[in-house]
């Protein structure tokens, strides 16, 4: 790994491309989107998506992009609607995407076209955690955790490249039955009847949101973790601008470098 894979945009570009073009992506805990009509919106990877919960109890995952002219739909980042209504140009959609009405000026030629409804995206659900893909990649990996009732997720913004968050995740463990690291983004860690789920999510090359899902406990509890893994890393960030790389070559991290310099070298020569 090099400096500027920390800290330009593309490097970025190209983890886009591969990383998070082609794998399932976990975009929220399941219970944030509890109720008809839920939704929580992200950039992940550059990709911005949202998921909603539709009038029937369906999850879904769509891209929040108008089918007008590319805007967003979805402009905050969590709520409760019953329908989406783009705020550029009044174009609407109901939970599941489909085109409804736009105001006459640019209603659309035919509006019953089914290219007119929001880009609906494969989405699975597995212990407890939404995943959602841009490609048609193999069935997702199970979750081995039994994980008991969920307590809330913390969300905290952090001021670095997400692969200095992922490399500080892994950094003290080796895989075990109490520690799983899912590629790229996800991690599951057990004690006893706890099992915290610590969620990447790559906003930009230099600004990365951490999801801390907690099962079997309250989150406010893991409020003080979430600081000091966000102070971590946004030290680690300056080491890495600096030249700094990983000191701690443990087997997980070993493993996600590997990964990295697979899909890198694979750009490469497309190129």
Request: proline fraction near 5%.
């Amino acid at each position: 790994m090099k400096t500027e894979d920390y800290t330009g945009g593309d490097a970025f570009q190209i983890e886009k491309r591969t990383v998070f073009s082609g794998d399932w992506l976990p975009l929220c805990a399941e219970a944030q989107i509890g109720r008809p009509g839920d939704f929580l919106a992200a950039s992940v990877g550059g990709w911005s998506v949202f998921g909603v919960r539709d009038g029937e109890g369906v999850v879904r995952v769509l891209r929040n992009a108008c089918r007008h002219q590319n805007m967003q739909v979805v402009g905050t980042p969590s709520g409760n609607c019953q329908s989406f209504r783009c705020r550029f140009h009044g174009w609407t959609y109901d939970l599941q995407g489909r085109f409804l009405s736009a105001p006459a000026p640019v209603a659309p030629k035919d509006p019953q076209s089914a290219d007119l409804h929001l880009a609906s995206l494969a989405t699975t659900t597995v212990a407890g955690i939404v995943f959602f893909s841009l490609s048609s990649p193999p069935a997702i990996a199970g979750i081995d955790a039994d994980l008991p009732a969920y307590g809330g997720t913390s969300v905290t913004d952090i001021a670095c490249n997400w692969k200095v968050c992922v490399e500080h995740l892994l950094a003290e463990h080796e895989p075990s039955p109490d520690f799983l690291w899912r590629w790229p983004l996800l991690s599951v860690r057990q004690a006893g009847s706890l099992v915290i789920v610590e969620q990447v999510v790559p906003h930009t090359f230099l600004r990365t949101r951490l999801f801390t899902h907690v099962f079997g406990g309250a989150v406010d509890e893991h409020a003080q973790a979430a600081g000091l893994i966000k102070q971590a890393c946004e030290q680690l960030q300056a080491d890495r601008a600096s030249g700094v790389m990983c000191a701690k070559d443990s087997t997980l991290v070993a493993d996600f470098h590997r990964r990295l310099a697979s899909v890198y070298a694979q750009e490469a020569a497309a190129t």
